[in-house]
């Protein structure tokens, strides 16, 4: 079983969106300053949404994990 990029450049987005403003609001909470909060969850969402990515489509490769699709839920 594999999946397509575009499901891995999604999952990024999706991911980085909350990743982003968890970011976002832990930066603000210990600066106290909008624009430095703004700047550090801006720098962020690229670096690591591109990271993810390369994370998630490595993973795809590794077996570890996966139950092989039988076609069939059921094993006699």
């Known amino acids: 079983m594999s999946d397509r990029s575009y499901r891995s450049i999604v999952k990024s987005v999706s991911w980085r969106t909350i990743g982003t403003i968890d970011t976002f609001v832990i930066s603000l909470l210990v600066t106290g300053k909008l624009d430095f909060a703004l700047t550090i969850g801006g720098i ?30 059921y094993e006699i």
Not at 46 to 67: A, P, V
């Open 44 to 73: 962020e969402v690229f670096t690591k949404m591109t990271l993810y990515y390369f994370h998630e489509r490595t993973w795809n490769k590794i077996g570890f994990g996966r139950i092989k699709n039988t076609g069939s839920d």
